[in-house]
């Protein structure tokens, strides 16, 4: 399928939810990647839904690996692992981001961390 086929088909579709990946996260810009073309799907996919769930490792919180990025929509859930620290997280709370901390089982934890 063309890249602008598939952009055509999302375009005319709609989400309940969508989960997402990304190469870097920020709560400033929002979902960083590698690849344009991935950064233009992933935003194209998070305004056509109406519930965004991002699922990173917190290594990847904050980071700022290359220079293309998705904004994310104003609200939407950050999904991480219990090595994310309070200060890595805080940045998406003050923004109102919903924030999910698992423990290695997929348990949320996160009204359990001190």
């Known amino acids: 399928m063309p890249p602008d086929e598939g952009t055509a088909r999302l375009e005319r579709r709609t989400f309940d ?3 997402l ?10 979902i960083c990647e590698a690849d344009i073309r991935q950064t ?3 935003e194209l996919m998070t305004r056509r ?6 699922l990173v ?10 220079h293309a990025w998705a904004p ?10 219990d090595s994310a620290t309070d200060a890595d997280l805080d940045p998406f ?8 901390v698992t423990d290695e089982n ?4 996160s009204g359990r961390r001190s």
């Open 17 to 19: 939810r969508v989960f």
């Open 21 to 30: 990946g990304a190469d870097g996260v920020t709560a400033e810009d929002g």
């Open 40 to 42: 233009r799907l992933k």
């Open 49 to 54: 839904s109406d519930r965004v769930y991002l």
């Open 57 to 66: 490792h917190a290594a990847k919180i904050g980071r700022r690996p290359f």
């Open 72 to 81: 994310m929509p104003p609200k939407w859930t950050l999904v991480t692992d």
């Open 93 to 100: 709370r003050a923004k109102g981001i919903d924030v999910v």
């Open 106 to 109: 997929g348990d949320d934890i």
